[in-house]
């Protein structure tokens, strides 16, 4: 027996291992769908909180507060359905690591700010913050996003329909 063929799991360890893909691939979806679905219900608060951050020109804030809802949505979607998985978790990881050098950089030049993560947004009180926590939460996201990138087959995705390789 190799090492390639000796490192394969067996059928019923690669059942577990799609379950695992299917609870981070549905987990992810669903960060992305509340988060984008509660941006997009308001595009002034969105606003509001891409503006807090205090990085990007007026035009960028715009232009940010305009396609991160859909944008977000559309991951969600994607994730679903489990169409182009490893793809998705490349983009979702990338916005993560954005989101959270956004957070970072807030907490570094002490501005009180909600992140606007899933929704709210903006100037908060000083100690109101929770830059900790958030990045801790975007973290966690980011792992299931990194566990995608490495493993994207999981149950009940078109992925597995739609490549010879059953989405792997």
Do not use: N
């Not at 100037?123 to 913050?129: F, K, N, Q």
């Amino acid at each position: 027996m190799s090492v390639v063929e000796a490192s394969k799991p067996t059928r019923g360890q690669s059942f577990w291992l799609d379950v695992v893909g299917t609870v981070a691939r549905l987990g992810l979806a669903a960060v992305w769908l509340i988060s984008g679905g509660i941006k997009a219900a308001d595009p002034a608060q969105t606003w509001v909180a891409v503006h807090a951050y205090r990085v990007l020109p007026e035009m960028g804030v715009e232009v940010v507060a305009a396609v991160l809802p859909w944008f977000e949505l559309a991951l969600g979607v994607l994730l679903v359905i489990g169409v182009g998985t490893r793809l998705v978790a490349v983009l979702s990881g990338l916005v993560l690591l954005a989101f959270m050098a956004g957070v970072t950089q807030a907490w570094a030049r002490g501005l009180y700010i909600d992140c606007g993560c899933f929704g709210g947004g903006g100037e908060v009180e000083p100690g109101a913050t929770q830059y900790g926590t958030e990045l801790l939460r975007d973290a966690g996201f980011l792992l299931l996003a990194a566990w995608l990138v490495v493993r994207p087959r999981s149950l009940f995705a078109l992925d597995a329909r739609l490549s010879p390789e059953g989405g792997s």
